[in-house]
């Protein structure tokens, strides 16, 4: 049976509440939201706030990296290695996911943001390298599997015709939980316990969970399967159909997301330790790079949305995919203030590209493994950054340079536009049309 409160929404609106359908509202710099009904606008906010988090652990790692490597004494021959083992929790969504095709998209979705808040908290009171990396990687299967999901809740909900604008302002609004990362990173010398009292911020989303649950609605898609007797059955059911149903599809967007990661993840990894280090910034410097430049950067997740709807995924999310490496190059090659110009524009062509590789991976799979799909991306996206983070601590004992090591690294990202030309083009079109179900148990 449909949850009455699921129900209430997939009932026509009238009278007040239908005035507001299809109503777009202006966000300043993210410019418009897609004409979005009150369900709609609902269901992407909430999706949002989820994302929001899963950014700013993401970017504190990244931001406060010297200071939790100086705290818990971690030596840098190891730091390679450290990030990499962390991001293998990526991998462990894998197993999260399919819970979303067989139980529903809101119930895991609420479950994740409180499995990633706990474990990134407790990543405050870490003693030491290995408690901390054990945290960070459930953190990360967590936060891995609620954002494949809040993705696909969005790509299910809203219109063929915005499907890609609203992904991309998805992935934007999701970012500016950097913007969060930034602000506090630039106290962190005043800050109660340092970059410790900066994971404590991440208790936040608790307070979240009661009133999520409330008015969180199901999908309207896998209500629509369950009543048909389309979605599957067992956990297990998901990953059977995602990897005989439609193998071509899989390897292809695999592929794409293991040599982009494999090239250009220690590249956003390392930049804020390169800039303290190499160019001799202070954190409050980073800072404001991270929260001024990084709020143009983003904007990449709109433009790529809007542009790909109306020009296609091929070819916007190959351009962005080729450019993204070559900005790398200049990025960690630019002399003084250049590097400025150089990092916001390969911040925005790589978020470009992300956003419609996302975009892909909620639209090439069916309903009853969709969420499946996005976890399978992220896991080969983790496993192809933890193995570049690897071979980047082989090159730098090799060179004795982050930056020679890194701008070696991006032969892999450059090979990985090329992939993208033979996905079928997918802007405009409905999700059922895109991908039919298989029926594949």
Known sequence: MIDPAVASDLKPETGPAAEEAGKSVHLGLLGRTPPFTRRQRRVFW?????????????????????????????????????????????????????????????????YTVMGYTVFTALSAVAPGERTFVMFQIVARAFAGAEAAVAMVIVAEEVDAAHRGWAIGLLGAVSSSGYGLAAIVFAFINVIPYGWRGLYAIALVPLVLIIPLRRVLPESTRFEKERLEGLRPLKVWQPLVQLYSAYPGRLMMMLSIAFLASMGGNAAGFLFPKFLQETHHWSPGNVSSLFLFGGAFGILGSIVAGRLSDRYGRRLMGAGFMLLAPILTIWMYTAPGWSIVPAWILELFSDVAAGTILNAYSAELFPTSYRSTAGSALAVAATTGGALGLFFEGVLFNITGSHARAICYLTVFWIIAPAIIWFFPETSGRELEEISPEANVI
């Not at 652990?57 to 990296?65: E, G, K, P, Q, V």
């Not at 390679?80 to 462990?92: E, H, K, P, T």
Request: net charge positive; charged share 15%; no cysteine.
């Open 46 to 110: 909430i999706a949002s706030t989820a994302g929001f988090f899963n950014e700013y652990d993401r970017a504190l790692l990244s931001l406060a990296l010297k200071q939790i490597q100086a705290g818990l004494k971690i030596a840098e021959s190891h730091l390679g290695a450290m990030l990499s083992v962390i991001r293998l929790g990526y991998l462990l969504t894998l197993l999260l996911t399919p819970f979303a095709d067989v139980f529903g998209r809101r119930r895991l979705l609420l």
